[in-house]
Structures are given as C-alpha cells and as structure tokens.
C-alpha cells in the first residue's frame, strides 16, 4: 500500500490528484527524496506533498501506526496516523 500526504492549496479536484499520483507516483517519490519542490510542483501545482509512506505486506488484522514530521517550505507539521479494519456491522448472508 502506498500512501501519500498532501496539504491541498487549490481547488483541484481530488480525482485529479489521484490521477496525477496513479501516474506519477515514482517521479513524485523520486522528487520528494531529492527535495525538488520545482519537480513536485511539476506534477501537483500548489498542492504540498508532506510525505509519503510504502507499506509492504499490509495485513488489517492488526492496527498500522506511524507518525511523521518535518518542514515544506515555510510550514512545519507533525502527524499521527492510525489505520485499522473497521468492524462490519451488518450480518451478510
């Protein structure tokens, strides 16, 4: 699973975001590891890429956690993340 986070600065549709990531995921990783905000900016226009995170063999029945902190440009930020299967509450049959 990879998961990328974004402060969005515009009014871009978030499907247009998706598709850029979809796309564009490994030039975006590449970019954000090397800190070329002129080759995110490329991609994303105004919209911040924060961080990314790959998370090899996702298995949901147990909780993922991290968290994560830093600067883009002129904005500090800290994040904690928390993703877990969500109980069904429906009897399906």
Same mark, same amino acid.
């Given at each position: 699973?990879?998961?990328?986070?974004?402060?969005?600065?515009? $009014?871009? *549709?978030? *499907?247009?975001?998706?598709?850029?990531? #979809?796309?564009?995921?490994?030039?975006?990783? %590449?970019?954000?590891? #090397?800190?070329?905000?002129? %080759?995110? $900016?490329?991609?994303?226009? %105004?919209?911040?890429?924060?961080?990314? &995170?790959?998370? &090899?063999?996702?298995?949901?029945?147990? *909780?993922?956690? +991290?968290? +994560?902190?830093? #600067?883009? &440009?002129?904005?500090?930020?800290?994040?904690?993340?928390?993703?877990?299967?969500?109980?069904?509450?429906?009897?399906?049959?």
């Amino acid at each position: 699973m990879l998961l990328f986070f974004i402060e969005q600065d515009s $009014e871009t *549709p978030i *499907p247009q975001i998706d598709a850029i990531l #979809r796309i564009h995921h490994t030039d975006l990783i %590449d970019a954000f590891n #090397r800190h070329s905000y002129t %080759d995110i $900016e490329t991609y994303l226009g %105004d919209e911040d890429l924060l961080s990314y &995170k790959l998370i &090899k063999d996702v298995n949901f029945s147990k *909780p993922i956690q +991290f968290s +994560f902190s830093g #600067r883009y &440009k002129m904005d500090k930020y800290e994040y904690s993340i928390h993703i877990q299967k969500l109980k069904s509450t429906h009897n399906f049959k």
